[in-house]
């Protein structure tokens, strides 16, 4: 009779340590589904973060082009400020 009370605790305790399982095991599954979409969101957000940066630092080179190449010819830019033909 002892021996059958303690086969049958044991029992469910092994039924009960199943569910258990399987639940956290559903749990695990949603939370991976949830962090990959995340890690996705966060791939697409890095690449178009960097192609704004790119994109910025080809404008920022574009412009000190600019700037220097009005710096080294600066008596053009003035005959240009004192042509009478402006």
């Known amino acids: 009779v002892q021996s059958s009370k303690k086969i049958t605790m044991l029992n469910d305790m092994l039924k009960y340590e199943r569910e258990k399982l399987k639940d956290d095991e559903g749990e695990w599954k949603a939370t991976k589904k949830v962090l990959i979409k995340e890690v996705k969101s966060c791939r697409a957000q890095i690449l178009a ?3 704004e940066r790119d994109g910025l630092k080809e ?3 574009m412009l000190k082009r600019a700037i220097v190449s009005t710096a ?5 830019a ?7 033909m402006r």
């Open 72 to 76: 080294k010819s600066p008596s053009s």
């Open 59 to 61: 404008q920022n080179e």
């Open 78 to 84: 003035a005959a240009r400020a004192t042509s009478p």
């Open 49 to 51: 973060l960097q192609a």
